[in-house]
């Protein structure tokens, strides 16, 4: 089982620049923010609230879904669920306005685990300008949404290193405990002689297997014992990871 220490710092607003790409001449997106970055519900807290802001000189449309979120063969899957509520549906922001989105519990199965979905939000691209050569790009936010059960929740993370022919190593974190784990970022180190910085992060959800693909350097030691340095949403943590070719 991994231990982590508690995190004090808390998550606020993340601003999302605009991402542009320009094919034969101009590329146009709006620009939105949200705060917070991620929703937390539970039995007694079954309403959670997000703000969109409009950072842009011009309205935008915005689209918002509810999906159930889970993790198969190290992939995200994402699948349309009506068991969250949440309105408005259609955000119609003015230029350099705010709404606030509200996220209601309407109906989950209760167990002993951790239940995930996520928000989807879909900018609807304006109407193309008359005489316009370019790409429309429409931006596009996730964010997930935790329901907690009435009994106490935690992750259970245990860390499997294999090293592949190709000479990679695959790190693969197995959550067999009740609640996620967010892995925002970890070093592997290899014997004395290897530091390898794995970015980017991944959630980690209950049942789930996650792994990243790391490439150490041409002279390491496959016989070297193997440790995890990293960073999650609960706190710094350091695991050592058997190695299945060292004798």
Partial sequence: MMKTTVLTKTLTRWLLAMISIAVAGN???GTFSISPLRI???AKHNIGVITIHNDEDAPLLIQAQIVAWSQQNNEEVYVPSKDLLVTPPVIQLAAKSEQIVRIAIRHVDRNDSEL???LILN????EKRENFIGLSVALRMSIPIF???PSA???DIKWIATWLNDGNVQVEAVNTGTAHL???DFELLVGDTDKLHVNPGRYVLPGSRINWIVK????VDRNASLSIHGFSDRGEFRVAISNADAH
């Fill in 27 to 29: 590329a146009t997106a």
């Fill in 40 to 42: 937390e519900l539970d």
């Fill in 116 to 118: 995930h979905y996520r």
């Fill in 123 to 126: 900018e609807v691209p304006p």
């Fill in 147 to 149: 329901i907690s059960p």
């Fill in 153 to 155: 929740t935690q992750a």
């Fill in 182 to 184: 967010q892995v925002t």
């Fill in 216 to 219: 150490p350097s041409a002279t």
